[in-house]
């Protein structure tokens, strides 16, 4: 059984969804320090083909406080009319707004319940079932290495097969695992190519992007293209 497992992200990019649904569980990993400048709470859209980063303000914010400690700010106006700017002449503006809308107004505020109901519903717009949980939830050893910690969280969800970002690269590696019976896989992610209303392609950009071009068939199609190495 292959295993995911993340710390919550705000509307990610396009590989952090891949990883999603490559895997049969995946773990959001809410029981670990927050990661300030990070993306916990912010991501980057496109406006008039121009990059612009959002965030949504996190009070408290430190990383000396666990994820699941932690809420976002209830005031999103600005984030919204960002989002509205520059994205409402795209094709799927409607429908793809009201998600990002009702998730951002959401009265739940903790990152890691807000995260998991924003992958929920674009999971669910594009009509994928997905198995989510909280490390929170799991009943798992934390004493242990960063490599002994999901090794762990796997074995509690009966998984063989750990599979990471490619930024895991430095923290994990396959000798580890082995040793332990299981194994160990990176998902990269091709170099995706989708409409984006302009000239030259920004990769790497908020799945909001992505999902305001493409339709759910053309988004489903875009999730499946990476390699695991």
């Given at each position: 059984?292959?295993?995911?497992?993340?710390?919550?992200?705000?509307?990610?990019?396009?590989?952090?969804?891949?990883?999603?649904?490559?895997?049969?569980?995946?773990?959001?990993?809410?029981?670990?320090?927050?990661?300030?400048?990070?993306?916990?709470?912010?991501?980057?859209?496109?406006?008039?083909?121009?990059?612009?980063?959002?965030?949504?303000a996190v009070?408290?914010?430190?990383?000396?406080?666990?994820?699941?400690?932690?809420?976002?700010?209830?005031?999103?106006?600005?984030?919204?009319?960002?989002?509205?700017?520059?994205?409402?002449?795209?094709?799927?503006?409607?429908?793809?707004?009201?998600?990002?809308?009702?998730?951002?107004?959401?009265?739940?505020?903790?990152?890691?319940?807000?995260?998991?109901?924003?992958?929920?519903?674009?999971?669910?717009?594009?009509?994928?079932?997905?198995?989510?949980?909280?490390?929170?939830?799991?009943?798992?050893?934390?004493?242990?290495?960063?490599?002994?910690?999901?090794?762990?969280?796997?074995?509690?969800?009966?998984?063989?097969?750990?599979?990471?970002?490619?930024?895991?690269?430095?923290?994990?590696?396959?000798?580890?695992?082995?040793?332990?019976?299981?194994?160990?896989?990176?998902?990269?992610?091709?170099?995706?190519?989708?409409?984006?209303?302009?000239?030259?392609?920004?990769?790497?950009?908020?799945?909001?992007?992505?999902?305001?071009n493409c339709?759910?068939?053309?988004?489903?199609?875009?999730?499946?293209q990476y390699?695991?190495?």
């Amino acid at each position: 059984m292959k295993i995911g497992i993340m710390q919550p992200y705000l509307f990610p990019y396009l590989g952090y969804f891949q990883l999603i649904n490559a895997v049969d569980q995946f773990v959001i990993y809410d029981d670990v320090n927050y990661i300030r400048q990070g993306y916990i709470n912010r991501n980057t859209i496109l406006m008039g083909n121009s990059p612009q980063r959002f965030t949504v303000a996190v009070p408290g914010a430190s990383s000396f406080k666990k994820i699941n400690t932690l809420s976002f700010d209830v005031n999103v106006a600005k984030v919204l009319k960002t989002v509205h700017q520059a994205y409402h002449k795209r094709p799927y503006f409607e429908p793809v707004f009201s998600i990002v809308e009702k998730v951002l107004t959401a009265e739940q505020r903790q990152i890691p319940m807000l995260c998991q109901y924003a992958f929920k519903e674009i999971f669910a717009w594009l009509g994928i079932e997905v198995s989510l949980h909280m490390a929170s939830d799991l009943n798992y050893s934390c004493d242990e290495t960063a490599s002994g910690k999901v090794m762990n969280i796997c074995r509690t969800l009966g998984g063989d097969h750990y599979i990471n970002s490619p930024g895991g690269q430095h923290l994990y590696h396959s000798d580890e695992f082995v040793a332990q019976g299981m194994k160990l896989s990176f998902i990269k992610m091709d170099d995706v190519h989708y409409p984006q209303g302009g000239g030259k392609f920004h990769a790497g950009l908020s799945i909001i992007d992505v999902l305001m071009n493409c339709s759910p068939s053309e988004v489903k199609v875009l999730l499946g293209q990476y390699q695991l190495i």
